[in-house]
């Protein structure tokens, strides 16, 4: 088992307006993950990491970083953390490769100009080292967040909806930099309304909603648990009822018989081997078809599930 | 040990000065312009008809005040600006989620704020030679009491700064009471002329004080003892110390 490098317990937090934004969340980081707090808008994203990188107060809870609390030992704890936030908020006048150095030396570090390089390089970014940052494109100045944030080497990296406006080619390119940091050993809490995104990058996934961690797992974990096939089998001809053999597949027939859905397996191919199984098993019992329509649902039908299910629950 | 973030500091303060630089033209042009149209005025063309003042020409006498004019003036407006533009953009996210506590960040803002006034001072004073003839009598104690006075406004500015939330507000302080108390605080005549009740009303204005501080450091007269205007000084900047440790403490506009 990793060790935790952030450990977060019964977190709260009210803003002055009296919006619960974080209503006792408890989580814990292990080292060289990538993590993915996924939920809508208003969950409580970036309460959450305003209040580790501290740029909010916490109402209650403890928040703990490399065995550092972050209530007394924050110049420790924050040295290592790098923060880059949701907006895309720069100083406009300045060079690219001034506000990378300056954000270094605030973080406490001896000037670096080939590390400063090594970043700029690593993010496409070197050509435009001399520009004022005003000049840049949207998606270079996420960039710029990002080679500010990594400019004092953090070992823990908070990415606040990294891929938010951002174009599909460059997200990709994103989710390569986030790869290759994990690479490097650095261990990466990201935000995202994307699941798509979630799926595809994180280790573990935390499913945040009105301020509280309704789930966390590994990724596969919750695919496996909750992740089904579907198969929406179309009949040539309408049917009463089901014969045995079929009916002992997790299986319904629509209202009108000319419908048959299958729901079942988990999410790691047993699904589809299963609706093969029962193809041949229609065949078998001469009932034809017409067409098959299979897919595997995503996290993203987890989630909505998930989220669903608690708003039943707290109405 | 990371009790203090050094490099933190002289980060904040090397950005600010650069900050100064982007728009030199205007922090150099604008003092030089506005220190000569007051020699021009008030120096050349009235002082030409005014006596000397407990000696001195009053050409010269006016300048300390009118040094003390601008450097009250941009100074506040720059500090204060310094750190509510950071507010206003969100820039200040960087500030708030580094290694860098109360210290270091005033160490930077004010040291940056210091060198700017004597900057400033040293581009008003070489100005004010074209003009008049004047000799500094005290000139280290001008130097440490410009820093001083700098370094108390910079924190004075830097909490408007996080007072203010709006552009208007950010302006206010120094325009409704900055400026005329800095008019009526003896740039242009000595306290002690002043008739009667008027006089002691004058001495109800701090920036009196300041003014006849630096005039004693200049040419060795004062309104008032140079000790009391020190003393003044030092209080306001201990005040202004007390108030953003108390801001950062509990987070004040800063950390919601
Ligand atoms: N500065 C603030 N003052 C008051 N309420 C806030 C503030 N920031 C966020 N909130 C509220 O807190 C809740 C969580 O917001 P946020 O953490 O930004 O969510 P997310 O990042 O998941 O979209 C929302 O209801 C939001 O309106
Ligand atoms: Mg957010």
């Given at each position: 088992m990793s060790e935790p490098i952030l450990q977060i317990e019964g977190l709260t937090k009210v803003y002055s307006g009296g919006t619960k934004a974080l209503d006792g969340v408890d989580l814990e980081i292990r080292k060289g993950e990538i993590f993915a707090l996924l939920g809508p808008n208003g969950a409580g994203k970036t309460t959450l990491i305003a209040a580790v990188c501290g740029l909010v107060r916490p109402t209650g809870g403890t928040i703990t970083a490399f065995g550092h609390d972050l209530a007394t030992d924050w110049r420790r704890a924050r040295a290592r953390i790098g923060l880059v936030p949701q907006e895309l908020s720069t100083d406009m006048f300045e060079t690219v490769f001034r506000a990378v150095s300056y954000s270094r030396g605030l973080f406490g570090l001896a000037p670096d100009k080939a590390r400063i390089e090594e970043v700029l390089r690593s993010l496409s970014l070197w050509e435009k080292k001399d520009s004022q940052i005003r000049e840049l494109s949207g998606g270079m100045k996420r960039r710029v967040l990002i080679a500010k944030a990594l400019a004092h080497e953090p070992d823990l990296l908070f990415l606040d909806e990294p891929t938010a406006g951002v174009d599909v080619e460059l997200r990709k390119g994103m989710w390569e930099q986030i790869g290759a940091l994990r690479q490097r050993g650095t261990t990466i809490i990201l935000t995202t309304h994307y699941i798509e995104e979630a799926e595809l990058m994180a280790d573990r996934v935390g499913i945040i909603r009105g301020g509280r961690i309704l789930m966390v797992d590994d990724k596969d974990s919750i695919m496996q648990r909750m992740g089904t096939t579907e198969a929406l089998i179309a009949l040539a001809e309408p049917l009463n009822e089901l014969p045995e053999s079929i009916a002992a597949f997790p299986v319904t027939l629509s209202e009108d018989g000319c419908e048959l859905c299958y729901r079942g397996g988990n999410g790691q191919g047993e699904g589809s081997a299963e609706v093969a199984a029962l193809t041949k098993a229609l065949i078998a019992a001469g009932i034809d078809y017409r067409t098959i329509d299979v897919r595997d649902s995503s996290l993203e039908d987890i989630f909505v599930d998930l989220v669903s299910e608690h708003e039943e629950e707290a109405a | 040990m990371i009790s203090f973030n050094a490099r933190g500091a002289w980060s904040i303060y090397q950005r600010e000065l650069m900050r100064a630089m982007r728009t030199a033209f205007q922090s150099i042009l604008s003092p030089v312009l506005t220190t000569s149209l007051y020699f021009v005025v008030f120096g050349s063309v009235i002082g030409g008809r005014m006596e000397p003042i407990d000696g001195v020409d009053y050409g010269a006498f006016i300048i300390p005040g009118l040094l003390m004019l601008t450097l009250l003036g941009e100074t506040t407006n720059n500090s204060s600006f310094g750190i509510y533009m950071p507010r206003f953009t969100g820039t200040i996210y960087e500030l708030l989620s580094a290694p860098v506590g109360v210290t270091e960040t005033l160490l930077g803002f004010v040291g940056a704020a210091a060198t700017k006034g004597l900057i400033l001072a040293a581009i008003i004073l070489g100005t004010a030679t074209l003009f008049v003839d004047y000799t500094i009598v005290h000139p280290f104690a001008a130097i440490g009491y410009i820093m001083l006075v700098t370094a108390s406004f910079s924190l004075f500015g830097f909490i408007l700064g996080i007072w203010a939330d709006s552009f208007e507000k950010l302006g206010i302080i120094p325009l409704l009471i900055l400026t005329p108390l800095t008019f009526l605080g003896g740039t242009f005549y000595s306290i002690d002329d002043l008739p009667g009740i008027w006089s002691t009303l004058a001495?109800?204005?701090?920036?009196a004080f300041l003014v006849s501080g630096l005039r004693w450091t200049f040419y060795g007269i004062s309104d008032v003892s140079i000790w009391v205007s020190l003393g003044l000084t030092f209080g306001f900047l201990a005040f202004c110390v007390g108030v953003i440790a108390y801001i950062f403490k509990t987070g004040w506009r800063l950390r919601e």
């Open positions: - | 001495f109800a204005n701090p920036i």
